[in-house]
């Protein structure tokens, strides 16, 4: 039996090249059981004639499909479905009833989520004035898939393929070690640095770890809003303290804490610094009532408009500050790459915690990590970042100002977002449903409180994936909106 041309339609909300779509076609036809074994399928003319493609993009398909034994070749009478080829389930598919279990009654714990509404077509927004995400007109795509290919190389087989159990790539470790956390004022031995997969899970490892249902946390009011997810999870007794102009106060930490997580270089999401008198005065009372301190240092590389101060663990002499470091801002999100660094006992229970979950992050994206940051080119994307967001910075503040909107909070060194505040009275929730239709997108405050009725007239506006020319005209839009 010959397999028709027209039995074969491109998906065309499918990624890739053309030649691996059509490859991905073919693959699953055969894995779904529409093609069997021995059916011939079309000629390479005749399919790139129906699909409208060149009939090179189809041969070179076929021959992929033929090097995984997907189908085989018999000479001048054409391709076929392999004998060998996968094969589909014996059983056939039954549609999922709804059973008899109920849910609310036996889940151990109630995991909740106040992840923010970002769409996943947000590119196609022309006033994405949302935060972390990556900019493709800035990132160096082409040095970061030859560090890809580097990787793969024989030379780096295991760090590819090993299952490592615990350990990390000591290339990127002694990066860290070495030029990242030396530019904070930390100095610490591999044996006091873990890798994580992001910030976020480098914070979950840090409160499962510090934190039982008998301990006591503070926590940033705002604050990250996964934080506060984490910290509930773990049913330890959470207290929420409102920070100021200068960020957590150490005097409105109650007494019996256990473990403090703050944002001193870069509040979030109120951009707020803490000044040095104060963050000395947190170690003192860290050291006095014998609590520790998670330091979340999120977008220290940012810091565009003068030298960020050193990080609060460059200050700590009593081993009581856990750092936590992320490439996710200054490369892009979708790396879920971070590190933890503290003492080398919470760094050994933190490795151990993480190797019953996930062993470590994987070694192929360790190491195209550690060949982008050695070979220099993390550090000409951040000079490049840093004109940009200057750029950026430069006309939203002017912008901002000429149509009379109200800044909640700015970052001293730079950053890449502004906290705004609204008329009070106005929600910033329908006000971002509003602006959507007109294609500008905006982060609500609300997420970012703890109370039950939270603020609802702080807004965040951030300006790393959205091109210059176009923040005048978002934030006039805004404006408009906001009457």
């Not at 000409?380 to 000429?402: F, G, N, P, Q, V």
């Not at 997108?441 to 176009?470: K, N, Q, T």
Request: charged share 25%; aromatic share 8%; proline share 8%.
């Amino acid at each position: 039996m010959t397999i028709s041309p027209e039995s074969l339609i491109l998906n065309p909300e499918a990624e890739g090249t053309l030649q691996a779509r059509i490859r991905q076609m073919v693959a699953e036809g055969i894995l779904s059981g529409r093609f069997r074994p021995g059916e011939k399928l079309p000629s390479s003319r005749k399919l790139a004639s129906h699909l409208g493609v060149s009939r090179i993009t189809v041969t070179l398909a076929y021959t992929e499909l033929l090097a995984d034994d997907y189908i085989s070749s018999r000479g001048r009478s054409g391709y076929f479905v392999s004998e060998n080829a996968p094969e589909p389930p014996a059983f056939p598919p039954r549609a999922p009833d709804r059973g008899s279990v109920d849910w609310g009654r036996v889940l151990g714990a109630r995991v909740e989520s106040t992840a923010f509404d970002k769409p996943a077509d947000w590119a196609s927004y022309r006033y994405p004035f949302i935060y972390g995400q990556a900019d493709p007109t800035l990132f160096d795509t082409a040095n970061w898939r030859l560090c890809a290919l580097r990787a793969l190389g024989r030379k780096d087989f295991a760090a590819l393929t090993a299952d490592q159990y615990d350990a990390d790539d000591p290339l990127l470790v002694d990066f860290i070690a070495r030029q990242t956390l030396p530019r904070r004022g930390i100095l610490a031995g591999p044996d006091e640095i873990l890798l994580t997969m992001g910030a976020q899970n480098a914070l979950w490892l840090a409160a499962q770890v510090l934190l039982t249902q008998r301990r006591h946390a503070v926590i940033e009011d705002p604050c990250y809003p996964s934080l506060r997810d984490i910290l509930r999870q773990s049913r330890c007794h959470l207290s929420p303290v409102p920070v100021d102009r200068d960020g957590l106060p150490p005097g409105a930490i109650p007494k019996g804490t256990d473990v403090v997580f703050t944002t001193p270089a870069h509040q979030c999401p109120t951009s707020a610094t803490m000044p040095a008198a104060r963050r000395q005065t947190l170690l003192d009372k860290a050291e006095a009532e014998d609590f520790l301190i998670v330091e979340d240092d999120y977008e220290f590389e940012m810091s565009f408009l003068k030298p960020p101060s050193p990080a609060l663990k460059s200050d700590d002499r009593g081993g009581r500050v856990i750092y936590v470091g992320s490439f996710s801002k200054s490369l892009f999100p979708g790396l879920r790459l971070g590190y933890l660094v503290g003492p080398a006992p919470f760094i050994r229970a933190a490795r151990a915690l993480r190797a019953s979950v996930l062993r470590h992050p994987p070694g192929h994206l360790q190491r195209t990590a550690a060949y982008f940051l050695s070979l220099g080119h993390y550090d000409a994307l951040i000079r490049r970042m840093h004109r940009a967001y200057h750029d950026r910075r430069r006309i939203m503040d002017r912008a901002i100002a000429e149509h009379g909107l109200i800044v909640a909070g700015r970052g001293t060194y730079g950053g890449s977002s502004v906290w705004m505040r609204a008329p009070e009275g106005l929600d910033t929730g329908a006000l971002a449903a509003r602006l959507r239709a007109e294609s500008v997108l905006i982060e609500p405050g609300a997420a970012f409180f703890a109370a039950a009725d939270p603020p609802r007239h702080f807004y965040r506006l951030a300006y790393s994936s959205i091109p210059g020319p176009r923040i005048t005209e978002g934030i006039a839009l805004i404006a408009r909106a906001l009457g």
